[in-house]
Structure formats: structure tokens, C-alpha cells
């Protein structure tokens, strides 16, 4: 889907709060509860929900929470998650864009946070540390710090050539930047965004905000947890993977391949141990086997 950034004629604003939404009502209301307990006040912000043909009732809760303050759009028929962030951008109009999927959550002072982080002129984009939460908000993992203190995240392009370091709802994109790289890839259904982020970093500086003031949740219905059962998420992982390696200099793509079969192979082994948790065992078997696999990628 094509996507121009907004004109800059003054009648834009500065936020663009976008969140495709897909069967998930009842994750939305913490979601937008959220997003209005920070900017519903503000005159500069646009709050959009995406609705991609959900079979639930998100109508009723943007018209219960955000009457008159937050805009829906409805997919007649689904598109599909990455089509679907491209609506999302189609649908944005302001300086700064937050595309905060549906079942996600932003937490106090993120959008205070990102305006400052966001104000230099160099910086293409900026991203937070995240907590993981489970389907009842009951915290499970928060991602590391990659600058101490926060600032420009200077080796961003490399690391992300290896291993997708950023939680989706923790990051803000200029509109700018999107207008430079170009909108999701639609060819991968589930690393679109590894690759956005990665494109983003090649525009300009990544800035880090070294606090949590985002929450990823994970739940049985989300798009993650379907990818496990199956190992998509590892297959998918790979192919991405040479998508960003082609962007840095040749002459590291071959350690970096590596450290990003590493991380596979701990990643895996984190999604085996959860999966063992909770009982499911398929799932774990299916995630053990790439913990092999990312082995020999490290060693082949």
C-alpha cells in the first residue's frame, strides 16, 4: 500500500497514534485506556483504531472510551496483520507515528518520553524498554538495556542485522522515516516489523529511552503464540535475517550471521523452557529442535 508522509502546512499534528486492532475488544480497553490517559488532553495528537474485520465488538469500546477523540476505520474483510499496518500509516497524518497493536500498552510518561527523545532533527526513530506481560497483565520478562542512561543507539544497524531487539508497542517512527523507507514488507507476514525497524536505522539515529514504558502482551490468540506451535517464528527468523544482513557491509555479514544464529539458538531455548511451564509440550519439542538447528548454524 502506498503512504506519503503528511504535507507539512501547519494542519497536521504531531502524534499519530495508530493501533490495528483484530479480535481483541476486550485487550483494547487497557490499550486505549492507555493511550487517552496520556494524550486525550493534548491538541496536537490523533488516536486511530484500525479495525481489520474483527468478528468481536471494537466499535463499542472506541465509542465507550474515546467518543469524539478517537477515530475508527474498519476493514470490511481482513487484510491480514502487515497489510494492515500499512492501512495504519495510510491512515496517519501526523509528524511522529506510534503503531501500538491492539492487545499492547503504553505506560505514563511514554508519549512525554518520546517527544523529547524524537525532538532531534537526526534521529529517524526511538524505542523504550518493554515488559512482557502475559493475557492478564501479569508480568513475565523486560527486555535489557541496550544504552545505559539512554541516548543514540549507535551500533543500531548491526544489531539488528542479527536479532530483532525491539518489542512493536516501545517504538515511535517519524513520518519522514517511513516516507524514506518505504512501509511494511507484506512478503514477511511475521518479521515485517524487524525489518521496518532495521530500514528505520538506516535513515538516521535510533534513540533509546533506558526506561520501561511499554508492555507486550503475550497470549494465546497473538500471532507470536501461533507461530510457535508450528516454528514458524524460527524459519521466518532466518530468511529475515539475510533481508538485514544485506544492509551492513559485507565484510561483517559472515560474524553477524553467526551471533544471529546464537541468538536463535538462545531465543529457542527461552520458548522451550516457557513452553515446558506451561505444559505444552508440542510446542517445546518443536522449539527444542531449533535450538539444534541454530547450534549448527553457529558452527557450519
Excluded at 128 to 157: E, F, K, M
Amino acid at each position: 500500500m502506498s503512504w506519503q508522509a503528511p504535507a507539512s502546512d501547519g494542519s497536521s499534528p504531531r502524534w499519530s497514534v495508530v493501533i490495528p486492532a483484530h479480535n481483541c475488544a476486550d485487550l483494547l480497553v487497557p490499550c486505549l485506556q492507555g493511550v487517552l490517559g496520556q494524550l486525550a488532553h493534548r491538541g496536537d495528537a490523533e488516536i486511530v483504531v484500525v479495525d481489520d474485520g474483527s468478528t468481536d465488538d471494537p466499535a463499542s469500546v472506541v465509542q465507550r472510551l474515546g467518543a469524539g477523540r478517537v477515530r475508527l476505520v474498519r476493514n470490511e474483510t481482513a487484510l491480514g496483520a502487515v497489510p494492515n499496518f500499512n492501512r495504519c500509516l495510510h491512515e496517519a497524518r501526523g509528524e511522529y507515528i506510534h503503531l501500538l497493536h491492539g492487545d499492547d500498552v503504553v505506560l505514563p510518561g511514554f508519549y512525554e518520553a518520546m517527544d523529547e527523545a524524537l525532538a532531534d532533527p537526526g534521529v529517524s526513530a526511538a524505542f523504550c524498554r518493554t515488559q512482557h506481560i502475559d493475557q492478564n497483565g501479569t508480568p513475565l520478562a523486560v527486555t535489557r538495556s541496550y544504552v545505559p542512561g539512554g541516548g543514540v543507539w549507535t551500533d543500531a544497524l548491526h544489531k539488528l542485522a542479527s536479532s530483532n531487539r525491539v518489542a512493536a508497542p516501545s517504538i515511535v517512527v517519524k513520518a519522514s522515516t517511513y516516507a524514506s523507507v518505504g512501509g511494511f514488507d507484506e512478503a514477511l507476514p511475521h518479521a515485517a516489523d524487524w525489518d521496518m525497524w532495521a530500514r528505520a536505522a538506516t535513515a538516521g539515529d535510533v534513540h533509546f529511552v533506558d526506561r520501561v514504558l511499554a508492555q507486550y502482551r503475550v497470549h494465546p490468540g497473538n500471532d507470536t503464540s501461533k507461530r510457535l506451535r508450528t516454528g514458524a517464528n524460527m524459519e521466518e527468523r532466518y530468511r529475515a535475517m539475510e533481508h538485514m544482513l544485506s544492509r551492513v557491509p559485507a565484510a561483517d555479514r559472515t560474524a553477524l550471521r553467526r551471533q544471529g544464529a546464537a541468538l536463535g539458538a538462545v531465543y529457542a531455548a527461552r520458548q522451550t523452557l516457557r513452553q515446558l511451564r506451561q505444559g505444552d509440550l508440542r510446542t517445546a519439542g518443536v522449539q527444542a529442535r531449533w535450538v539444534a538447528r541454530s547450534l549448527r548454524r553457529v558452527v557450519g
